[in-house]
C-alpha cells in the first residue's frame, strides 16, 4: 500500500474484502498531541486500534476523543489554525510525516459522521458512487460503477430497501437509511479503515440497533474505531474500548487506559475509569 | 453576589389569563403582529402597484408587432416597435453575463473557500465595487475603451459587466457560505481533493442560489441605461446585431422615448418597460428549470 503514489491505487471492480489474516489497516498512535490554535485539545495520546477489531473511544464532551478521531485520517488538518505533533502509523507509515497526501490517507481510512450527511444534489447511487466518481481519475475509469454501488449497499444492508430507487435523492430516505448510505458511501472507496464519529446519537433506537449489527459485521473486514457517548453501546460493539478524560474546560484531554472491553468494564485499572463508568462522573 | 435561586411558594398556578403581566404580554403580542403585518402589506401594495401600473400602461401598445418592428423616425409617429432595443439588450447584457458569471464565482470562491489575504482583499474591493456609481463606471469605460475604439456594444458589454460583477461575487459568497461544513468534509473525507469537493459538491449544493444572484445582476444590468449613453450610446434605426458597432438597447430606447413629451413615443416607452421585466421573468423561470434539470440528471 502507498498513500504518495495516487497512480497505483487502481482498485478492482468491487470493494474487495482485504484477505483474512492480513495486517492492512493497523493503526498506531504514539505520542500524538492535536492543537486547534495553538490550544491543545488532547496530549500525549498512544493507542494501537487493530484489524479485525472495533475500538469504542468513550469520555467526557471536551475530552477530545472525536478530535483523535479526526486526526487518524488528517481531517482535523482542515481546520484552520489545526497543527498535530506525534505519530500516527497507517500500516507502518506516518501520516503526518512530509511527502504523504492526507488526501491520499482519506481514501484508505473512511469516516462516517454524527449526523448523516447524504450529497444533497446527488442521487442515492450517485452519492455511493462519489468517492470513486470524484477521485483519481485512473479509478475513476477503472472501476464499474454499477457493480461496485450494489456491493456497497449490500455491505451496508441497505441494498434491499433501496435497489428500485437508485435514482431518487439521497435525502430522500429515512434518517437511519440515510446514516447507512454514508456508511456505503465511505465503503465503496475500499478504504482498510472505518471511523465512525457518534454514528447513531442522531438515530432512533431500532435504527441504532441496525447500525449495530452493521458495526459487528463491518469489523470483519476493516479496522473500526467509533466514538460514542453511550457506554451500553460501547459494550455492545466494541473489542477494545479506550477511555479519555479531562480535567476543566479548556485543559487538554488525556488518554486514561485503553482495555479489552470486558475488562474496561468489569475491572477498570483506573479511579477516573471507575467514576466514569458507574456514573459518578461525566 | 447574588441570592440563590429559590422554588416559588406553592400555589396553584393561575392558568385563567387573569394575571396582569400575561394580559399586557398578551396585547403586545397583538400589536407587534398587527404592525408587522401592515407593514408588510405596504411593501407588497408597492411592489404590486409598480407591477399592475406598467402592466396597464404597457399592454395599451404591446403587441406583436413591438417585437419585429424598429421605432420610427420621428418619435412623434405612433406604431413601430422595439425589435433592434431587444436583440440589443439581449446581446449586450448576454456578452456581459458570459464575462463577469465566471470571474465573479471565481472571486467568490477565492474568498470563501481559500480564506487568506487575496480573499479579504477580494471581498474588500468587491464592497467598494458595488457603491461605484454605474454613471462612473460608464465614464471609465468611455476613457479607457471608447476613445481608442469607438461607441460600440461590447463597450456597453464591459462596462455591464464591471456592474454586475460585485453583486454576482457578493451572491455567490453568501450562498457558498450557506453550504454546510459537513457536506465538505463528507467529501474530504472520502479522499476527493479540496478543489474537486468545491466543483462537484459545494457549487452543485449552492446552485440555486448563485442563480438567484446571477439573475439578480442580470436584471440590474437590463434596466441599466447611464453607462450605455457612455459606451454604446443608442442606435434607434434599423436592427444591429453586431456587438463590435452601436447597438441600441430596451433601457436607451425607453429612455429616449419617454424624454421626448410625444404620447406616441411614451406609449412604447411604456410597452418597452413591460418587455423589460417580461423579459427578467422568463429569464430568470428559465435558468431555474435549467438549474433543476441539471440537478437531476447529472450523473
Known amino acids: ?282 | 453576589m447574588t441570592a440563590p435561586l429559590t422554588p416559588r411558594a406553592p400555589q396553584a398556578p393561575r392558568l385563567d389569563g387573569g394575571d396582569a403581566g400575561l394580559t399586557r404580554r398578551h396585547a403586545r403580542d397583538r400589536a407587534m403582529t398587527v404592525l408587522l403585518a401592515t407593514v408588510m402589506a405596504i411593501t407588497l401594495a408597492v411592489l404590486a402597484w409598480v407591477l399592475v401600473y406598467v402592466a396597464a400602461q404597457g399592454l395599451k401598445y404591446l403587441g406583436p408587432a413591438f417585437f419585429t418592428q424598429t421605432p420610427p423616425g420621428n418619435p412623434a409617429q405612433v406604431g413601430g416597435g422595439y425589435a433592434n432595443g431587444i436583440i440589443g439588450s439581449l446581446i449586450i447584457v448576454g456578452i456581459a453575463t458570459v464575462i463577469s458569471v465566471p470571474v465573479g464565482i471565481a472571486a467568490a470562491i477565492a474568498i470563501i473557500e481559500y480564506p487568506g489575504r487575496l480573499g479579504a482583499a477580494t471581498s474588500f474591493v468587491t464592497d467598494v465595487l458595488v457603491g461605484v456609481p454605474s454613471i462612473v463606471t460608464g465614464a471609465f469605460v468611455y476613457a479607457l475603451w471608447v476613445t481608442r475604439f469607438g461607441y460600440s456594444g461590447l463597450a456597453g458589454s464591459i462596462a455591464l459587466a464591471i456592474i454586475m460583477l460585485p453583486l454576482v461575487i457578493r451572491g455567490t459568497a453568501e450562498m457558498l457560505r450557506l453550504v454546510p461544513v459537513a457536506l465538505r468534509e463528507a467529501s474530504s473525507a472520502l479522499g476527493v481533493t479540496r478543489a474537486r469537493t468545491i466543483v462537484s459538491v459545494v457549487l452543485p449544493a449552492a446552485r440555486a442560489g448563485i442563480t438567484t444572484g446571477v439573475m439578480l445582476a442580470v436584471a440590474r444590468a437590463m434596466g441599466e441605461t447611464a453607462p450605455l449613453l457612455l459606451t454604446t450610446l443608442g442606435n434607434s434605426l434599423f436592427i444591429q446585431a453586431n456587438p463590435t458597432q452601436r447597438m441600441s438597447t430596451l433601457s436607451l430606447q425607453i429612455f429616449g422615448d419617454a424624454i421626448t413629451g410625444f404620447q406616441s413615443a411614451q406609449a412604447r416607452a411604456w410597452a418597452g418597460a413591460l418587455t423589460l421585466i417580461l423579459i427578467v421573468l422568463i429569464l430568470y423561470i428559465a435558468a431555474r428549470l435549467t438549474g433543476r434539470r441539471l440537478t437531476l440528471t447529472r450523473s
Open chain 1, 1 to 282: 500500500m502507498s498513500l504518495t503514489d495516487p497512480a497505483s491505487q487502481v482498485p478492482s471492480a468491487s470493494p474487495q474484502p482485504a484477505p483474512q489474516g492480513t495486517t492492512a489497516g493497523r493503526i498506531e498512535v504514539s505520542g500524538l498531541t492535536a492543537s486547534y490554535r495553538r490550544r491543545p485539545a488532547f496530549t500525549g495520546v498512544a493507542i494501537t486500534m487493530e484489524p479485525g477489531k472495533v475500538t469504542a473511544l468513550i469520555g467526557p464532551s471536551g475530552c477530545g476523543k472525536s478530535t483523535l478521531l479526526r486526526c487518524i485520517n488528517g481531517l482535523h488538518m482542515t481546520v484552520p489554525g489545526a497543527s498535530v505533533t506525534g505519530t500516527v502509523l497507517l500500516d507502518g507509515t506516518d501520516i503526518y510525516s512530509p511527502g504523504v497526501d492526507l488526501v491520499q490517507v482519506r481514501r484508505h481510512v473512511g469516516m462516517v459522521f454524527q449526523r448523516p450527511n447524504p450529497f444533497p444534489t446527488m442521487s442515492i447511487a450517485q452519492n455511493v458512487a462519489a468517492g470513486l466518481r470524484l477521485g483519481p481519475r485512473q479509478q475513476r475509469r477503472a472501476a464499474r460503477l454499477d457493480e461496485v454501488i450494489e456491493r456497497s449497499l449490500n455491505q451496508a444492508g441497505l441494498w434491499e430497501e433501496v435497489k428500485d430507487r437508485l435514482d431518487k435523492p439521497g435525502g430522500s430516505l429515512s434518517g437511519g437509511q440515510q446514516q447507512r448510505l454514508c456508511i456505503a458511501r465511505s465503503l465503496a472507496v475500499q478504504p482498510q479503515v472505518l471511523l465512525m464519529d457518534e454514528p447513531c446519537s442522531a438515530l432512533d433506537p431500532v435504527s441504532t440497533l441496525v447500525i449495530e449489527g452493521l458495526i459487528t459485521e463491518l469489523k470483519k473486514t476493516y479496522t473500526v474505531v467509533i466514538v460514542t457517548h453511550n457506554m451500553q453501546q460501547a459494550e455492545r460493539v466494541s473489542d477494545v474500548t479506550a477511555f479519555m478524560t479531562v480535567n476543566g474546560p479548556g485543559e487538554p484531554g488525556q488518554l486514561v487506559e485503553v482495555a479489552s472491553t470486558r475488562e474496561l468494564f468489569s475491572q477498570p485499572a483506573e479511579k477516573a475509569t471507575v467514576d466514569y463508568i458507574t456514573g459518578k462522573v461525566g
